[in-house]
């Protein structure tokens, strides 16, 4: 058994070196909802020299709301939109020596693209024709996921070892009591639920490709070296996508 | 005798569509100083129906001035602004089926390069890093033209069939009288004398790769073809860099 | 009788000189989908000159759309955000010796404010909040007026008469057949019936307060030389609010 | 005795709340270098519960350089700038029920305007233009409070200390050794040197107004204090401006 660990990067919060060491995937904001070319290259840098994958985080153009307010555009528009800042990456990268690996959106257009199938459609289509080679990693059990595959993509089901899951396998909101893990060795176990026991959606399991850990606060290198002692003595592997 | 015929698109000048049937490149303003991912996919699809060569047009991060103001960078900083706009044409450009022929900087990024070595440099080393197949376009003569051509890279001189010039070889400003020219028949002439005779630098002459036109104004189109109509009464074939 | 024409300015179409004779208002784009303090302090003094009152016209943060696509701000944020761009105009307008009489959202902030209550009432509560001065301009019958009003600001209540409505007082998308008129003598004819019959909500009749004029067209200063001279043979004067 | 302790603000640092109790001016950044509508409507909110009187901090249109990067903008484009920023804030306050009470220029625009007149003129009659009433905040001994004093308004001379000055008074750049203060007691020890003995430019003295803190790192909250109680040991009481 074996598992990837993603870590959203590039976002300014100043923690990325303390993170790199325990993951296997970087999510590289492309200055849309954060970061910009002169970060996006420091975090490739960083992310090369630990050998960790890196791949594209677009989001909504919302550098103040930091891409988490919702929006709403054209088919071609979100097309275009992810287009460019796969690419915006990919050019950085390039010079880099280092190939993309995968795409995960960023806040709210994740969080939409888990319940609206043509916004999915968009985005995984801006994917595809950018690179067949390209995995895209959605929430477990989205439309998104399900889109990409359905477009021939790779896909990679991400679940949240911090996060809290209502019964029917969907994310809790934010908003409510007991979404967010806040004690390490909380989250680290429930990082090894996830892996070993995946996600009830109904009839349904579905084991996670890859766990997001979180790198924008103190705790967040003391957690994710807690995630990896604790899959590692539950016999599961740390291995990129 | 062939030359190229480029012009600045994408910046929401809404001529597009009636210049491209005159020109060879199209240099597409990548959101920094102009347009943005819709506006360069709507360009890139444009230029490619019309045989057209694409190239990318990154400048300062500048919408409210059109990237006309001077900015300083650091060499560092500018490379990653560079890539990362020409990343992003090539990302849409890739999902239409087409690559990239060019890079031509814009506006203040263009006129600092003409003279700044060290930027000419930095803005050259990005191009060269995103892929030496690129030929890089600069003011003839200039700095940017020599550190490209240094550099290793494969480089094309531009002149303005519509500017005045210095008996020095240089280009006069735009805001000195007699810098642009407003006559179709006068800016005509001028291209054919730019590609037959080329600029005189002293002692040596320049014969320019490429005449630029404008496409930002109510005679653009009529000024191209009446450009198309003399250089072809001479002799000098139009095409691609 | 009489009736306010207004025209939403500073949104580089070029055409503010030529609308300006004929307008009593002028709605200024505030930096946000459009304009930026250069922009806006030029049209701040046109507008002083020809004696049009100057309005704020706040938009969504959304520069490459125009300000056209939905967003989904907390009712805070919103605040913040119409709060952050009247001052920024009064600014302006302050060091101008003008002060603003109005305030108009745009695009997607005004559109949604039309059915959704709560946004429409964050948008009036900055309003009220910068002053109790200023008036409130939104579509007749519309969900901003309505809370405008009900927090105790004063109102002005917006006809297109290049716009078709529907039967029941709504106004038309501009995505159906009809809902734009193009000919100059049918959108003067309908501004003057808007200005006597008013707009019919099943039972309830509203005669609007001001009518917006498009000043983004070629065609711009001729609608408005043919609004007014109809109004006038009507015997309608115009008025600023 | 007395002087004024000056912090900024309202950059995303999240030092705030912990700052806030020892310093007697906010200046506020205006959305161009950082901040944006919210983070400006909090940071005014938490300085008014404080006592704190708010300043506006305005910069150069640069998110992604932190507004550090020299820009290059005509004098009217400088004086829209500001003003755009200044009255931004002054709508946000104002619906907080709190006037500005100086102005004080960010990063690259502060430090171009110590030895660029044109541009500190421009800077100063911009804050003129809006109100006599609000001081400018500048280098003690620089061309903007010159400037300033020249056009008749109100100025703060500003001293810093947790950086290093060199003999003839003018500030070290920050990539020289010593340039910055990293010790907590020795920056405090600074301050009270600052404000008693003030800075030697050759023959003449000046005692700064005001002294800056950061709130930008771990240790701001630790300086702040260590620099109240010295002061208050030297008999020097804190004061607003």
């Known amino acids: 058994m074996n598992i990837d660990l993603n870590c959203d990067l590039g976002e300014s919060s100043g923690n990325e070196a ?28 960083l992310a090369k020299q630990h050998g960790v994958a890196i791949g594209a985080h677009p989001g909504w153009p919302d550098l103040q709301g930091f891409g988490r307010r919702e929006m ?17 990456l ?54 998104l996921v399900e889109r990409a595959r359905g ?37 680290a176990e429930h990082a090894v639920r996830l892996a070993t026991e995946g996600i009830r959606f109904g009839e349904k399991v579905i084991l996670p ?4 850990l979180h790198g924008d606060n103190e705790t967040a290198a003391e957690n994710a070296r807690l995630v990896r002692e604790k899959l590692a003595a539950a016999g599961i592997a740390v291995r990129g996508l």
């Open 18 to 45: 303390a993170i790199m060491p325990y993951i296997t995937s970087a999510n590289i904001a492309c200055g849309f909802h954060a970061g910009g070319p002169s970060v996006m290259q420091a975090t490739a840098r």
């Open 72 to 88: 709403s555009f054209s088919a071609e528009e979100v097309e275009a939109l992810v287009l460019y800042q796969i690419g915006a």
């Open 90 to 143: 990919a050019g950085i990268a390039r010079a880099e020596g280092v190939e993309l690996r995968h795409v995960k959106p960023h806040g709210a257009l994740y969080n939409q693209a888990v319940v609206d199938a043509a916004l999915a459609e968009s985005i995984a289509r801006a994917v595809k024709r950018f690179s067949r080679e390209l995995i895209l990693v959605g929430l477990a059990g989205s439309s």
């Open 151 to 187: 477009l021939g993509l790779s896909v990679a089901s991400e679940a949240f070892p911090d996060r809290g899951y209502h019964p029917d396998g969907t994310l809790m909101s934010r908003t409510l009591p007991g979404a967010v893990l806040h004690d390490s060795a909380a989250v």
């Open 209 to 212: 490709d890859t766990l997001c």
